[in-house]
């Protein structure tokens, strides 16, 4: 009994030491800190902005159209009156919400993926085909047909906003799996051939238990990094929708909706265009130094070097 609890010490401060290390080698990656400050103020912004400044995003002031910045309308109103600051945070609560949330789908069937043709042999070349004909798959053309097919009979069912979000939320997702699961396998096949996973196998350990105890921990680098440029992917690709004009209802804002709707008033207010286009740009580039960093801080091979 002592013996073990001996062990089990040893176990849990070597986790720690772990993450520690970890901790400590992100926080010398100077970008992935500030990538990390911009995407809190961002995510805080777009969740307690709307109780600070009080605006209805949908309300509508005739009298203040096309207006500059004022202390009522920091950021300036629309061509019929809309609030801009106001839009803004209330469409960056949905792209944060798209992103987050078909990232997770894609994280989730890419690692599935990767993770079964890696480990079972006899799964490799099927899903691994599967995994090569999504990707021959034209995505954008794809994502519209399906799009246009789906979005009146989801709209009837479960509303015009909450329809479409779950729409795109699962186009997006079940289209970006792909690479995760390319990388997931490639580290998967290393690593059932080590020492560790061999010995695992050798005292009758389960495959379940191999895959959760010695697999995924030491893929968690990959998917990390995978999950952050899943979350950039998935809000440029929804305001790539947006701004084509097949994603969320008019009156339902969103970044690439006020990206579209502002082309067409650039030369009169190029605000509304700038607004949004900055916040896609720092929302995307904050995500993609957080990957870096978690990339350089989880990947053993790289701490060594440094």
Do not use: C
Request: charged residues 15%.
């Amino acid at each position: 009994m002592q013996f073990n609890r001996k062990s089990e010490k040893t176990v849990t401060m070597h986790h720690r030491s772990i993450w520690n290390d970890a901790w400590r080698h992100f926080r010398k990656h100077k970008g992935a800190l500030v990538g990390v400050f911009v995407f809190t103020f961002i995510a805080v912004g777009v969740l307690l902005g709307p109780v600070i400044h009080g605006v209805d995003p949908n309300s509508i002031d005739f009298k203040a159209r096309n207006m500059g910045p004022t202390w009522a309308h920091p950021l300036g109103t629309d061509n019929i009156g809309h609030d801009t600051l106001a839009q803004i945070l209330a469409g960056g609560r949905v792209s944060l919400a798209v992103g987050l949330s078909a990232a997770f789908i894609a994280l989730l069937l890419g690692t599935l993926v990767g993770v079964l043709a890696g480990f079972i042999k006899i799964l490799d070349g099927p899903l691994m085909r599967l995994t090569d004909l999504f990707l021959a798959l034209p995505i954008l053309p794809l994502l519209l047909v399906t799009i246009l097919l789906f979005r009146d009979s989801l709209r009837t069912a479960f509303g015009p906003e909450t329809g479409i979000f779950l729409l795109i939320v699962f186009v997006i997702g079940i289209t970006s799996w792909m690479h995760t699961a390319r990388i997931v396998r490639g580290d998967v096949l290393s690593i059932k051939e080590r020492e560790f996973v061999t010995a695992a196998r050798s005292i009758g350990t389960r495959q379940h238990r191999i895959v959760f105890r010695h697999v995924l921990p030491n893929i968690l680098s990959p998917i990390m990094v995978s999950a952050t440029l899943g979350i950039a992917n998935a809000i440029i690709t929804e305001s790539a929708l947006s701004f084509l004009g097949l994603g969320f209802p008019p009156d339902f804002p969103t970044w690439g909706r006020l990206l579209y709707d502002g082309t067409n008033f650039i030369q009169i207010t190029p605000s509304r265009v700038i607004w949004p286009g900055l916040f896609i740009a720092l929302t995307v580039l904050s995500v993609n130094y957080i990957g870096d960093g978690l990339r350089d801080a989880l990947d053993p091979r790289i701490r060594n070097l440094n």
